[in-house]
């Protein structure tokens, strides 16, 4: 069946990942160092709070893992968890020696609105978020706003945005070199721009590649979990189709008895160790009689062939990739990627 473009071509949700290095620059010009900020940050050093706890829903909580590993190898008390688990089995811990970073993009969900009623145990909150005017910007004590713009469909600006966001701040809260990290994450836009201009060669690429197939696991290791756990999740949400993601580890305890022509793997390859074992992960599922390929800077295809960036800006390249199998699982199931169908962009429901 040929390729149908005028599907993907008429999508909102194309328009908002071709405007993804546009969010990122933007988020990027408007974060500067606040006073309030960089006093968390002594605090943080001299131990005036007991524990640190990460939370979101959805795609911000992906976003937020690379911040988990930066300050659990600080050797920090730290806590990552999705913020209806923490109001519903883990309220005790909210406490004013508690530091809550919560992320949302548009800061009004049901979880991070019920989140903010704090009464007597209020913790010292940061909030970030993509809209100015909601409840997590009023109510945080420091508020970092992204500037992603405004996003019509499933999470793409807002998700690189909450990245951008998330790595300026772990820079700040760990006292590592802000201006490095700045610079880091600036030359992450153009390997966006330059990628995402041949939208339409990936798409045609990966027509064949992804044909016939009825399950999709995205997986890897490290911050690479962050596009793992998101790529599963907009798969899902963009095509209809099911999709998960989780580590490469994880991958080989159960997921890879389903393995057949009809199961396909993208794995992020990373780096250090765990490069090998992705490595060797691909090769085992494609033994086996799956599908699979590695998503890394050498890669056959051009499509999973990710554009070289410093280590801080990898998470918001190592999405693209998921993004383009998403306009291409769509289109040949004849959906409009990325149009919401029983739900809306944002949860007000919990």
């Not at 049901?110 to 704090?118: G, S």
């Not at 051009?302 to 998470?315: I, K, S």
Request: hydrophobic residues 45%.
């Amino acid at each position: 069946m040929p390729i149908d473009f005028s599907i993907i071509e008429g999508a909102e949700y194309l328009r908002d990942l071709l405007k993804q290095p546009e969010s990122v620059r933007n988020t990027l010009s408007h974060l500067q160092p606040a006073p309030a900020l960089e006093e968390v940050a002594r605090d943080l050093a001299s131990g005036r709070f007991r524990r640190i706890v990460l939370t979101a829903m959805g795609g911000s909580y992906h976003a937020l893992y690379p911040l988990y590993l930066q300050l659990v190898n600080r050797r920090w008390p730290v806590l990552w968890v999705e913020t209806s688990e923490l109001l519903g089995s883990m309220a005790e811990i909210l406490d004013p020696a508690t530091l809550l970073i919560a992320a949302s993009q548009s800061g009004h969900s049901a979880e991070t609105v019920r989140l903010l009623d704090f009464g007597g145990r209020r913790p010292y909150v940061i909030g970030i978020t993509n809209t100015l005017d909601s409840p997590l910007a009023r109510k945080a004590d420091v508020m970092i706003l992204m500037h992603a713009g405004v996003e019509s469909a499933v999470s793409c600006k807002t998700y690189v945005a909450t990245l951008t966001a998330v790595e300026w701040t772990a820079a700040v809260l760990c006292g590592t070199d802000l201006n490095q990290t700045v610079a880091s994450l600036d030359r992450a836009a153009p390997a966006m721009e330059q990628y995402l201009a041949k939208w339409r060669e990936h798409v045609q690429s990966l027509w064949a590649e992804l044909d016939g197939v009825e399950d999709v696991f995205v997986t890897g290791r490290g911050a690479s979990l962050a596009a793992a756990g998101t790529g599963g999740l907009i798969l899902k949400e963009s095509t209809h189709l099911h999709a998960e993601g989780m580590s490469s580890a994880a991958f080989r305890h159960g997921p890879f008895e389903m393995l057949s022509d009809k199961v396909f793997v993208l794995v992020f390859e990373g780096s250090g160790t765990g490069a090998a074992l992705n490595a060797a992960l691909v090769k085992d599922i494609r033994e086996a009689g799956g599908r699979a390929a590695l998503a890394s800077e050498h890669a056959a295809l051009d499509v999973f062939r990710l554009p070289a960036v410093p280590y801080a800006a990898r998470p918001l390249i190592e999405i693209l990739p998921v993004q383009m199998m998403s306009l291409v699982i769509a289109a040949s199931r004849g959906h409009e990627p990325g149009r919401f169908r029983l739900s809306t962009k944002v949860t007000t429901v919990e």
